[in-house]
Every structure is written in structure tokens, then in C-alpha cells.
């Protein structure tokens, strides 16, 4: 009886591992893109650009809001 429950639980904690490992990626490739556009903002207002804060705010302006796995709009 435990075993066949705890076989019947795989296919749930499988869905799960899967959900969390695509949260995790998307939150990494977010945390790169915002790192990457501060440190160029960065370098822009060291180099005397006009408006360094432009990529800063570029990427915000994309950034997506988070949406539960599985909904409609989640990449």
C-alpha cells in the first residue's frame, strides 16, 4: 500500500521538480538582464554618456511581471 502511493506521488513531485527548475531559469536569465543593464549604465555614466541610466531603463521596461507556472503569458 506505501509503495504504490509513493509511486503514485512520482509523476507529481516530477511536475514540480519541472515548474521549480523553469521559475529558477527565468528568474536567472531576469537577474542577469538587470545585471547586465547596470553595470552598462554604469560604464556609460563613467564614460560621460548623456543618459546612463537609459539601458537601466530599458530593461525595466521589458521586464516581465511573474505569473503563476502554467498560466496564460508565462514564458
Known amino acids: 500500500m506505501a509503495v504504490s502511493t509513493a509511486l ?8 514540480e521538480i519541472q515548474r521549480s527548475a523553469a521559475l529558477l531559469a ?14 552598462a549604465s ?3 555614466e563613467r ?7 537609459g539601458y537601466l531603463r530599458d ?6 511581471p511573474w505569473t503563476p ?3 496564460q503569458g508565462h514564458r
Open 8 to 15: 503514485a506521488d512520482i509523476p507529481v513531485m516530477l511536475a
Open 59 to 64: 530593461e525595466v521596461a521589458q521586464h516581465r
Open 47 to 53: 564614460d560621460g554618456e548623456s543618459d546612463p541610466n
Open 69 to 71: 507556472y502554467g498560466e
Open 42 to 44: 554604469l560604464a556609460a
Open 26 to 39: 527565468r528568474f536567472r536569465l531576469d537577474f542577469a538582464n538587470l545585471l547586465a543593464a547596470a553595470r
